[in-house]
């Protein structure tokens, strides 16, 4: 196996998305994901990733997102998944659901 090496003041470890209604048990698609986040051990996995990173100097980035009843305003077609979201509160702003789920990121 090949050895890399990053420099760590020009790296940085990038986290998307790992939000409660994806990754908590009470999450509002938890009910469709979570059997795929328990297959593959992700929270733990996730957090040996956060956790080997930082010690190294590495930059830790958590970029969520949310939603609100304005968010695709400037859509001629809604996509079913994006009503879905609308519909449902699905990573709504402001909200417990929105916030990142807790690997310490």
Known sequence: ???RSY???TTALTVIDLLNDLMAEDGELSNRIGPMVKKLNLVSRLKRL???ARPQGVAVFCAPHGIDEHSFDDLR????????G???H???AGSHRSETFSTDC
Request: aromatic share 18%; with cysteine.
């Open 77 to 84: 077609h809604m996509l079913p998944c994006f009503q879905f």
């Open 7 to 9: 420099a760590r003041d």
């Open 1 to 3: 196996m090949t050895t």
């Open 90 to 92: 699905v990573f709504w």
């Open 50 to 52: 956060l956790d080997g």
């Open 86 to 88: 609308i519909d449902d």
